[in-house]
T-cell receptor, first 113, second 109 residues
Framework: KAGVTQTPRYLIKTRGQQVTLSCSPISGHRSVSWYQQTPGQGLQFLFEYFSETQRNKGNFPGRFSGRQFSNSRSEMNVSTLELGDSALYLC????????????FGDGTRLSIL | QQPVQSPQAVILREGEDAVINCSSSKALYSVHWYRQKHGEAPVFLMILLKGGEQKGHDKISASFNEKKQQSSLYLTASQLSYSGTYFCGTEGGNTPLVFGKGTRLSVIA
């Protein structure tokens, strides 16, 4: 059974640009969550999608957005990139999202120059 | 609201035991525990639902006290492979899974 796949693995951008990250969940999983990981801050919750609907959103500015498609694949977009957006972005999937184990992808490491 | 983990870091010798604590200021419905090794994705260890149950996973177990809104992860007879950063995650019903800042565990020979 294939795991959670995130693309690309690495990305280098400059300030002001925008970026789109992709996440393909485990087959049969309908919930996808996104997290930002930076040293010392742990895993900061960005948003959760279930059946193409955003179910929860974390405390991040509107520059961070996402969506989920009918096949449960999800994308995350960050516009007007800032230096502070440099981080590892992790995607996790689960069957329904409620009190279920989360399966993480290897993440996309985003570096802003 | 982000749960609080303690300690932030701990160093153990092989065979020693450790306890990692996780507490929340909000009512909890479930607590998750994950381990992340350097350069890898977090890996699910166990989930505890409200009801005060204790779960075990090899020599790693955990408890959940919903009244105190706390959970503890117990690592006994630690092995080198236990090294990594441990995260607790908490859910409060309709709220998403949010994680603490992690506890860095280093096991040395």
């Amino acid at each position: 059974k294939a795991g959670v796949t995130q693309t690309p693995r690495y990305l280098i951008k400059t300030r002001g640009q925008q970026v789109t990250l992709s996440c393909s969940p485990i087959s049969g999983h309908r919930s996808v969550s996104w997290y930002q990981q930076t040293p010392g801050q742990g895993l900061q919750f960005l948003f959760e999608y279930f059946s193409e609907t955003q179910r929860n959103k974390g405390n991040f500015p509107g520059r961070f957005s996402g969506r989920q498609f009918s096949n449960s694949r999800s994308e995350m977009n960050v516009s007007t990139l800032e230096l502070g957006d440099s981080a590892l972005y992790l995607c996790a999937s689960s069957r329904t999202g409620d009190n279920q184990p989360q399966h993480f992808g290897d993440g996309t490491r985003l570096s802003i120059l | 609201q982000q749960p609080v983990q303690s300690p932030q870091a701990v160093i153990l010798r092989e065979g020693e035991d450790a306890v990692i604590n996780c507490s929340s200021s909000k009512a909890l419905y479930s607590v998750h525990w994950y381990r992340q090794k350097h350069g890898e994705a977090p890996v699910f260890l166990m989930i505890l639902l409200k009801g005060g149950e204790q779960k075990g996973h090899d020599k790693i177990s955990a408890s959940f006290n919903e009244k105190k809104q706390q959970s503890s992860l117990y690592l006994t007879a630690s092995q080198l492979s236990y090294s990594g950063t441990y995260f607790c995650g908490t859910e409060g019903g309709n709220t998403p899974l949010v994680f603490g800042k992690g506890t860095r565990l280093s096991v040395i020979a």
